[in-house]
């Protein structure tokens, strides 16, 4: 599970962030106060930090510069304060991006996604192995025995997520949740019928499974 530390002042919204990053396996711990969020960090290990601007006792660009000049962890500016100066200061101060509020935290989720993505690409971890399954993120594309999967974007998503958590139980609501080509809105069955399909392209026996197997009443496994 991704980890962040959010730097907001505005509780209720943290709150609100929180709950809804917890359906993305994003884990959010909120400090409303900086100076207890820059202790926090130079005490515990974060992925992220999403940063507002409008704090109490400190403003949040002198924030971001002090957590720039102590870690190269990825910041995330998410503030109400609209003067492009504030973003493009945040930016030369070390932030990653910045999203203005108010915002859809779907948006916030997709950026997150990508600065990690990004993040990994940048320290060689491009690809996730399982013997003779490899996916290629930087050209998002899946091999089996170093040939092409021709995948849809949802069973691209799908198996991308299960090579990813190898070896663990994914449930079906953790599929809909985690995969942006899939709808929320979307059935538990209609998870089932890609992954049907995905087996189908995999060659993989569902009574004898090669790579994916369903766990009953819990979801699916990727064994390598």
Request: charged share 35%; aromatic share 6%.
């Amino acid at each position: 599970m991704v980890r962040v530390l959010m730097i907001e002042d505005d509780e209720e919204l943290a709150e609100i962030l929180s709950e809804y990053l917890q359906r993305f396996r994003i884990e959010a711990v909120n400090v409303p106060d900086p100076f207890l969020g820059l202790s926090k960090l130079e005490n515990e290990s974060f992925d992220l930090v999403i940063l507002d601007l409008s704090l109490p006792g400190m403003d949040g660009l002198e924030v971001c510069e002090e957590i720039r000049k102590r870690s190269d962890v990825p910041i995330v500016i998410s503030s109400a304060r609209s003067d492009l100066t504030d973003k493009i200061v945040g930016l030369e101060k070390g932030a990653d991006d910045y999203l203005p509020k108010p915002y859809d935290p779907r948006e916030l989720v997709a950026r997150i996604k990508t600065i990690l993505r990004r993040i990994g690409r940048e320290k060689g971890d491009d690809s996730h192995k399982s013997h003779d399954l490899r996916i290629d993120e930087s050209t998002r594309m899946i091999y089996l025995e170093k040939e092409p999967l021709q995948l849809t974007a949802a069973e691209y998503g799908i198996l991308s997520y299960l090579l990813e958590h190898a070896n663990e139980v994914v449930s079906r609501e953790d599929l809909i949740y985690n995969v942006d080509a899939i709808s929320e809105e979307s059935t538990l069955k209609s998870v089932d019928v890609i992954v049907s399909r995905i087996r189908h392209k995999l060659k993989d026996n569902p009574k004898q499974p090669r790579f994916i197997r369903s766990v009953r009443g819990l979801g699916y496994r990727l064994t390598p």
